[in-house]
C-alpha cells in the first residue's frame, strides 16, 4: 500500500460559464521515503494537482475536483476542516515557487516558522530553540539572529530556504515543491537542489518535485511523472525516461534540456502538431 | 520608536505656527469685520470697540499681541460672546465635540472593522449585502440619516429626545449619525484590503501550513490595516472636532457649528481658538498614524527611519 495514491483525478475550473478542464483523470502514487519528479510544460496542470493534495485550491465553488487521494489509506477529498487542518503542513508540506510573495512580509520568519511548530507540535516545549534548529537545518548561518528578521531583509535564495525549514518544522510525510528553484539564479538553484536532496536523505521522507526542467532531477527523483495538456502521457524511473523516452511530447521535452559545453543554449520549439500526430500514431489517446 | 515621536513632535511645532500665521492674516484680509453685522453702531462707537479689542493697531503689532497672549495660553476675549474669553469657551465646545465624537470614533471602528472583516472572509450573498450595505452609508448624507434617526427612534418610538444635550442618552442618537459614514468607509476599506491580503501567495502559505481560517485572516489583517489607519487620521481629527452638519441636526453645542458661525461673524479671536483645535488634532493624529503604521508594517519602519 503506498502512502500516497491518487486515483482518476480530475479538476474542472469554471469561470464566467465557461468549464476548463485542468486534469482530466490522473492516477499515480508515492510511496514512503520516495522522491516522484512531476514534469510537463506551463499550464499541463502540474501545479493544481499538487495544490489538490492538500485542498488548497479555491473553494468559492469555482473548482470543482473529483477522485480520490488517499493519504495512508484516507480520502483526503473527504476529509473535514479539522483532519484538513492537521493534514496541512503536518502530514504534507508545501514549497511554493515563489519565496518572496510565500512569506508574510510583517512577520518575522521566526515567527512564520513558530506559527507551524506551534500548530502541529503542541509537545515542543522551546518553540524557539526548535526553530533556530530548523533554520540551520536548512544551511542558514547565525540562525538565532535571524530569527528576528523579516522577509525584505533576505536574499531570494534565504528566502526559500526559509520556506524549506517551516515545511520541514513539522516532520511531514510528504514535502511537496513546486518549482522551488524557479525564481531563483542559477548557482542557487543548484545549493536549493543539494539541499532538497541532502534532507531527503537524511529524513526519509518522501517528495513530490514540480518542475518544467528534466535537468534538476536527476539524482534527486527516483521516478518521473510526464504531464501534457491535464494528462499523466509517461512514467517511469528517470532513467529510463531520459534515456528511452517512449512518448513524442517526453521525446521533445528531453530535447529541450540545455546541455552543458554547448555553445549558446540550443532552444528548441517545440511543434505539436507534430506531438499529436505522432501520439496517434502510437496508439496513444486523447 | 520614542524617539521617532520626539522628532516628528518637533518638526510639529514649526507647521503649528505655519498654520496659525496662515489663518492669522487670513481671516484678517477677509472683507468685513467682527462688528458689522451689529445694527446701527455709530462711527465712534465702532472706532472705540475697536480700539478696545486692539484691532486699530497695525497687523504685525497685532500678530506679535496675539503671539505674547497665546504664550500665556489666552486667546483673548471673544468679539461675539461679551465678557468670554475664547479658550473657555474653546474649552467648553470641544469637551462635547470630544465626547460626541468619541463615541462616534468607537462605533465607527468597531462596526466598520467587524463588516470588513465578515465581508472579507464571508462569501457570496453575505458578503454581498454587507457590501450594498457599507456603499449605501457611504452615500448617505448626515443631514438625511439625522432626521431620519429622529423620526424613528424619538418621534416613533419615544426611546430618545429629538434633539439637545441634557441627558446621557442624547449622545446615542448624534453619534450613531456621525458615525455612519466613517464605519461604512472603514468597513470598504478593510474588506477590499483584506481581500486583496487574503488573495496574496502568503496567504496561501498560511494555510497550507493547517492555520485555521480565523487566523490566516488575522495575519492577512496586519497588512491589511495599513489603508485603514492612514484613512482614520484626518477621519478621527474630524469627527472628534464636531461636524456642523450633526451638532445643527440635533441642536448640540459643539465646536463644529461654533467654528463656522465664528467664521461668519469675523470673530477673529474664535477663529483662531477653532483653528488651533483643529491643527493639533490633525498634527497628532497623523503622527499617531505613522507610529502605528511602523508598529503594523516593518519596512515602513524602515523607511521612516523607526527603531525599536
Ligand atoms: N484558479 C484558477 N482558476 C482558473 N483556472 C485555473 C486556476 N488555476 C489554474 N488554472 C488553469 O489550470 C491549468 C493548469 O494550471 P497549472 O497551474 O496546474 O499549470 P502548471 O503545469 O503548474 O504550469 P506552470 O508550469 O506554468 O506552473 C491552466 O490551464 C490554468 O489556466
Ligand atoms: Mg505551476
Not at chain 1, 189 to 209: A, V
Not at chain 2, 19 to 36: E, K, L, N, S
Amino acid at each position: 500500500m503506498s502512502m500516497l495514491s491518487v486515483e482518476n483525478l480530475k479538476i474542472s475550473f469554471k469561470s464566467g460559464g465557461r468549464v476548463t478542464e485542468a486534469v482530466k483523470g490522473v492516477s499515480f502514487h508515492v510511496d514512503k521515503g520516495e522522491s516522484v519528479a512531476i514534469v510537463g510544460e506551463s499550464g499541463s496542470g502540474k501545479s493544481v494537482t499538487a495544490m489538490s493534495l492538500a485542498r488548497l485550491l479555491p473553494r468559492d465553488g469555482s473548482c470543482e475536483v473529483s477522485g480520490r487521494a488517499l493519504f495512508d489509506s484516507e480520502d483526503i477529498f473527504q476529509m473535514n476542516p479539522k483532519e484538513l487542518r492537521a493534514l496541512r503542513g503536518g502530514k504534507i508540506a508545501y514549497v511554493f515557487q515563489e519565496p518572496s510573495t510565500s512569506l508574510n512580509p510583517v512577520f518575522s520568519v521566526g515567527e512564520q516558522i513558530a506559527e507551524a511548530v506551534r500548530l502541529h507540535r503542541p509537545e515542543v516545549k522551546d518553540v524557539r530553540a526548535c526553530v533556530v534548529e530548523a533554520l540551520e537545518e536548512v544551511g542558514i548561518r547565525r540562525a538565532a539572529e535571524r530569527y528576528s528578521a523579516y522577509p525584505h531583509e533576505l536574499s531570494g535564495g534565504m528566502q526559500q530556504r526559509v520556506m524549506i525549514a517551516m515545511a520541514l518544522s513539522c516532520r511531514p510525510r510528504l514535502l511537496v515543491a513546486d518549482e522551488p528553484t524557479t525564481a531563483l539564479d542559477v548557482t542557487i538553484q543548484k545549493q536549493i537542489i543539494d539541499l532538497l536532496r541532502e534532507i531527503l536523505k537524511n529524513r526519509g521522507m518522501s517528495m513530490i518535485l514540480i518542475t518544467h526542467n528534466f535537468g534538476i532531477i536527476r539524482g534527486l527523483c527516483s521516478r518521473v511523472l510526464v504531464m501534457f495538456r491535464g494528462r499523466i502521457v509517461e512514467s517511469g524511473p528517470t532513467e529510463e525516461i531520459l534515456y528511452n523516452p517512449k512518448h513524442p511530447y517526453t521525446k521533445a521535452l528531453i530535447a529541450c534540456i540545455p546541455r552543458l559545453g554547448r555553445s549558446g543554449e540550443r532552444l528548441v520549439s517545440i511543434d505539436y502538431e507534430k506531438i499529436d500526430r505522432e501520439a496517434r500514431e502510437l496508439g496513444y489517446a486523447y | 520608536m520614542i524617539r521617532y515621536a520626539l522628532r516628528r513632535i518637533i518638526f510639529a511645532v514649526p507647521v503649528f505656527f505655519i498654520i496659525i500665521t496662515a489663518v492669522f492674516f487670513m481671516v484678517r484680509f477677509v472683507p468685513g469685520g467682527p462688528f458689522d453685522r451689529e445694527r446701527q453702531l455709530s462711527p465712534e462707537t465702532l472706532a472705540a470697540l475697536n480700539a478696545y479689542y486692539g484691532l486699530d493697531d497695525s497687523l504685525p503689532v497685532q500678530y506679535v499681541k496675539f503671539l505674547k497672549n497665546l504664550s500665556r495660553g489666552d486667546l483673548g476675549p471673544s468679539y461675539k460672546y461679551q465678557n468670554r474669553s475664547v479658550t473657555e469657551l474653546v474649552r467648553e465646545k470641544a469637551k462635547v465635540s470630544l465626547e460626541l465624537g468619541g463615541a462616534a470614533l468607537a462605533i465607527a471602528l468597531t462596526v466598520g472593522l467587524a463588516c470588513g472583516a465578515v465581508s472579507a472572509m464571508g462569501r457570496g450573498r453575505l458578503s454581498g449585502a454587507l457590501d450594498a450595505v457599507s456603499l449605501a452609508g457611504i452615500c448617505l448624507p448626515a443631514f438625511v440619516v439625522g432626521p431620519v434617526l429622529i423620526w424613528i427612534f424619538s418621534l416613533k418610538l419615544g426611546w430618545f429626545n429629538a434633539m439637545g444635550w441634557r441627558e446621557a442618552r442624547d449622545i446615542v442618537l448624534p453619534s450613531v449619525t456621525l458615525a455612519l459614514f466613517y464605519a461604512a468607509w472603514i468597513a470598504k476599506l478593510f474588506k477590499d484590503s483584506e481581500a486583496r491580503e487574503l488573495a496574496k501567495d502568503y496567504s496561501r502559505t498560511a494555510i497550507a501550513k493547517g492555520e485555521s481560517p480565523l487566523r490566516v485572516a488575522a495575519e492577512a489583517s496586519r497588512a491589511a490595516l495599513s489603508p485603514v489607519v492612514s484613512y482614520l487620521a484626518p477621519a478621527a481629527a474630524g469627527m472628534l472636532t464636531g461636524s456642523f452638519v450633526v451638532e445643527s441636526i440635533f441642536n448640540i453645542p459643539g465646536l463644529g457649528k461654533f467654528f463656522i458661525s465664528s467664521a461668519l461673524d469675523s470673530d477673529y479671536t474664535m477663529i483662531m481658538g477653532c483653528v488651533m483645535v483643529y491643527a493639533i488634532f490633525i498634527i497628532c493624529f497623523n503622527i499617531l498614524a505613522d507610529i502605528a503604521l511602523a508598529l503594523l508594517n516593518p519596512r515602513v519602519a524602515k523607511e521612516l527611519g523607526v527603531r525599536k
